[in-house]
């Protein structure tokens, strides 16, 4: 099982260390930050960048619409690279790097949106789909919460990733520089900002990403999680509320 976390972080970190970038790492904001969701009931449309499976399509979409049964949204499937589509999905990226730009961040951006590396016949598929729709729907990582109290080994991380990128950087100083905003960004918590919509810690959140000891103190570990936690469901109502009629 490959450790997503620390592939996405070398992705990042190599696109930023070797320009010019096929598609942008996605920018910081809250797991909650109002600015990044979308209109309830809105349509996003949904195209695929290139020419992917029509059954890995199929099962990306048919995997993404499980989030409909919680989000007042509605999702429509368009052909193949048409750019006007509020989510573009990039499939033939390196195996295990799956990420999205944040919510309505979207349309920010030129290209591809969403980054989905997995494999269809992994066994972990629909949970690395329903994460990164999850994203896209404007939450950030559960791991990243301000009560998640994960005790990280950084110097570890630090290790890992420079000896993971020692062939992409040409400047080390510029490499660690990186690494320390990728950390803050992608590891640490957000702050406990009063003005974003923060719900309890949740550690089955489908937002929350395998955490391996190896990369922490004191033996702490999470599994990885499979399916939307009754917390995602409660986000996702309060988000995207169904209309009054």
């Given amino acids: ?20 970038q096929a598609m942008k790492p996605r920018k910081k904001r809250s797991v ?15 195209s695929f960048i290139g020419t992917p499976c029509p059954w890995l399509k199929k099962a990306i979409f048919d995997t993404a619409c499980q989030w409909l049964k919680y989000a007042n949204l509605t999702f429509e499937p368009l052909d193949n690279n048409v750019n006007e589509a509020e989510i573009r999905i990039q499939t033939d990226v390196q195996e295990g ?7 309505n961040q979207a349309l920010e951006v030129d290209g591809a949106t969403m980054a989905l590396g997995v494999k269809l016949s992994d066994p972990l598929f629909e949970s690395y789909v329903l994460h990164e729709f999850g994203h896209a729907l404007g939450m950030e990582h559960e791991h990243q919460h301000p009560q998640a109290n994960i005790p990280w080994d950084l110097d570890a991380l630090r290790q890992l990733l ?4 020692v062939d992409d950087a040409n400047n080390p100083d510029d490499l660690d520089e990186l690494i320390e905003e990728d950390l803050a960004t992608q ?5 406990d900002n009063s003005d974003l919509l923060i719900l309890p810690y949740d550690s089955q959140s489908i937002m929350h990403y395998r955490i ?5 103190h004191h033996g702490f570990k999470r599994s990885h999680n499979l399916k939307i936690s009754k917390k995602d469901k409660r986000f996702m109502h309060l988000v995207y509320p169904a209309s009054c009629k």
């Fill in 1 to 20: 099982m490959s450790d997503v976390l620390v592939a996405n972080a070398t992705y990042r970190l190599r696109q930023k260390l070797q320009p010019p």
């Fill in 187 to 191: 590891f640490l918590p957000l702050p």
């Fill in 97 to 103: 790097v799956n990420f999205s730009f944040l919510g």
């Fill in 212 to 216: 391996r000891q190896k990369l922490t």
């Fill in 32 to 46: 909650a930050d109002h600015s990044v969701f979308w209109r309830p009931g809105q349509t996003l449309r949904i």
């Fill in 162 to 165: 420079a000896v993971l990128l």
